[in-house]
């Protein structure tokens, strides 16, 4: 099993339908505006990246099989908006050619766990089967210290 651990909150729901919504609320007005979903994605995937690459993650995997196990602050964020972060994740990996491609041909599986934590972030884990919700959490904290 290869894994990394992104160190950060990723967007929820709300904030991707809102980036969404402040396009079309500015482009009704006639102006040309940045696509702010488009430029928050790209930044989220480059510290994605950055995270992945650290981490060793530098040519393609073998496995099609991934886990994502999203830490997240629930005093702000309800549990159902979270997984939309796996998308970011999955187009960072296919990016970085990490992943060859994203679709059902080369991805078998995929699981996300949410879970709530005062520390927030996430650990991506790639393997043959998953890891059970406690390992996950011991492997996310005890490489969290370091």
Known sequence: MRFFLIPFQLPGLNEVLAWKRIKLERSRSGRGVPDLYALRKKDFEQNIALAARVAGFNKPLEVSSWQTVVFFDASRRDRDNVPISAKFINDCLVELR???????????????????????????AFGNAPLALDQARELYERHRRK
């Open 98 to 124: 990490v992943l060859p491609k994203d679709d059902p041909s080369w991805i078998h599986g995929l699981t996300i766990h949410v879970v709530a934590s005062d520390r927030p972030g996430v650990l991506v």
